[in-house]
């Protein structure tokens, strides 16, 4: 079954190979016009190869089986992407046919059986075994283990490219050649001959010599924001376009590309780091857009310190990845938000697996430790408490998930029950039937909550402060009913599970009110320069 998937895998190959030939240094504060034309090029070709590749292997006998009137369940088995395993329950997310299954599955197989004998071999070699793959796949994984770009010519940690740990998760690299040239450095001689901090102000004023940099953000209090996150803080987003036929266009799959070489986390739309316009057309803005807003001195300062499945126990695997120095950076706002992972796992006895207060409480000062000895003095650092996730299974259980919104035959109930049953689901604990498992679930997020609230009351550190700020849902909820909307509205329609780009948006909202009205010094200052610094560089280079 393995080589089946590898077949489809390897067309994200073939959009990095020529990834490389493109990756040459840049240096100029906007971005490469032979990179932007060739990636998208590249994406396209990727999209082409990928769907080539799965309808030449897969269509017909995908179109043999619907027309049978087989069901997805039926067609998952019979092509070998599911299984069940001996001694294990059958797993189906359809009901299941009115036949007994084997003799439905046997007849499904009969009506492919050629095909599963000569396009669909039972072995095979690694795709990264081959001689002029092993290289690239190696920088791939160590990317995407390691939460560090993929790309990035003068290793500092920022790059010129988008994706695969990019600019969508950290400031754009300004000068790819110079590993002394990068978001959210002080200024190297105010700037006077070349922006080494990726603001886009540098130069000298020709009215009084005087360098743009120091007359516009000396003394402005500039700060980056970092975020410490999972996949909710990075914005895991699968789109309903993609699975559902009724949906389906020849502009679904533009994205997906992007997506793959994202992990499918789309952190520039994030609450947090996000730097594009908002998709849901709502007027809150991320975190970091309203700290450029307050102050332009910031502009590219930020970092996604994100990854799916992220939790306290797992954050030292990859912390190292955050870029700070203590004597050439400026100050950060760091947010520590691992909001699920502490509670959730797939096991069908989840609250064994749970992170104890204890357990976090150690994980957690040994995060800070390493903060302590990385951040410039003058940072913050703000604790998120965890959700309370019965809200999902409250609001969505009776609901039909997209795959079943035609024929009405999927609930999320059906979902979540699916997902368990492939010991699969993000979080077993609150997405489940079985109400005893939520409420025990809750109480274990409560506690760690309350166990950060301590941290937050009682430690203190050399070079930041400490802060603890509730992760209130409910508030969220009720802002967006009084907008006339409904609560599964702000849920990843797909997953059942993530909070979607609007609940993102009104998180990061309410976090600022909340930042501006108790703890004003973390935001900094507004700066008075913010005008001219529009009047003489414009947009500043861009995101």
Not at 384 to 399: A, C, I, K, N, V
Request: glycine share 6%; with cysteine.
């Amino acid at each position: 079954m393995k080589c089946r998937w590898k077949i489809v895998l390897a067309a994200p190959l073939f959009l990095l190979l020529p990834l490389h030939s493109l990756a040459s240094p840049a240096y100029d504060g906007q971005p490469s016009t032979n990179h932007s034309n060739g990636h998208a090029c590249v994406e396209k070709l990727f999209l082409k190869t990928t769907c080539y590749l799965v309808v030449h292997t897969f269509g017909s006998d995908i179109i043999k089986l619907l027309s049978a009137n087989m069901n997805a369940d039926v067609l998952c088995h019979t092509v070998g992407f599911c299984k069940q395993d001996p001694g294990q329950p059958l797993c189906h997310l359809y009901p299941l046919p009115k036949e007994a299954w084997t003799l439905t599955l046997e007849k499904a197989r009969r009506t492919v059986e050629k095909s599963l004998t000569l396009k669909y071999p039972s072995s095979g070699s690694d795709i990264c075994s081959l001689p002029f793959l092993v290289k690239i796949c190696q920088e791939i994984k160590s990317a995407i283990k390691n939460s560090v770009p993929f790309k990035d010519v003068d290793s500092d940690k920022y790059s010129i490219f988008p994706t695969l740990r990019g600019y969508h998760w950290r400031g754009r690299d300004c000068n790819d050649s110079d590993e002394t040239a990068y978001p959210g450095r002080r200024p190297n001689n105010w700037d006077a001959h070349q922006d080494s901090n990726c603001n886009g102000i540098w130069g000298v004023d020709p009215k009084d010599g005087i360098p743009y940099e120091k007359k516009f953000c000396e003394g402005s209090q500039p700060r980056g924001i970092i975020l410490l996150g999972d996949s909710a803080g990075a914005h895991f987003h699968i789109s309903p376009e993609w699975i559902t036929a009724s949906q389906m266009s020849l502009n679904s799959f533009l994205n997906l590309p992007t997506a793959l070489t994202d992990e499918l986390d789309w952190p520039q739309l994030s609450g947090a780091t996000g730097f594009l316009d908002s998709t849901s057309r709502i007027k809150e803005k991320s975190i970091y857009l309203r700290l450029w807003k307050r102050n332009h001195c910031n502009h590219r300062d930020y970092q996604s310190i994100s990854r799916n499945g992220a939790s306290s126990q797992n954050l030292n695997k990859f912390i190292e990845s955050l870029s700070r120095n203590q004597l050439s950076d400026h100050p950060a706002i760091v947010i520590y938000a691992m909001i699920g992972n502490d509670v959730c796992n797939g096991y069908s006895d989840p609250v064994p697996k749970m992170t104890t207060p204890e357990k976090l409480y150690s994980n957690v000062m040994q995060t800070l430790k390493h903060l302590n000895s990385h951040l410039p003095n003058g940072s913050h650092v703000i604790f998120y408490g965890l959700p309370d996730g019965t809200f999902l299974w409250d609001h969505l259980h009776s609901r039909y998930h997209p795959l079943g919104q035609l024929n009405r035959d999927v609930t999320y109930a059906q979902l979540y029950s699916f997902l368990s049953c492939l010991q699969v689901s993000p979080c077993h604990g609150w997405m489940s039937s079985n109400k005893t498992l939520r409420t025990l679930t809750s109480e274990r997020a409560e506690q760690l909550s309350n166990t950060l609230k301590k941290i937050a009351t009682s430690e203190k550190f050399t070079n930041f402060d400490l802060f603890y700020m509730d992760f209130a849902f409910q508030e969220i909820l009720e802002e967006w009913q009084k907008r006339g909307g409904q609560p599964w509205q702000l849920i990843e329609s797909v997953d059942g599970f993530h909070p979607n780009e609007v609940a993102s948006l009104l998180l990061a909202d309410r976090f600022w009110k909340k930042v501006q009205r108790q703890w004003p010094q973390v935001l900094g200052k507004e700066n008075p320069f913010n005008s001219q610094i529009e009047q003489v560089f414009g947009d500043q280079g861009g995101h």
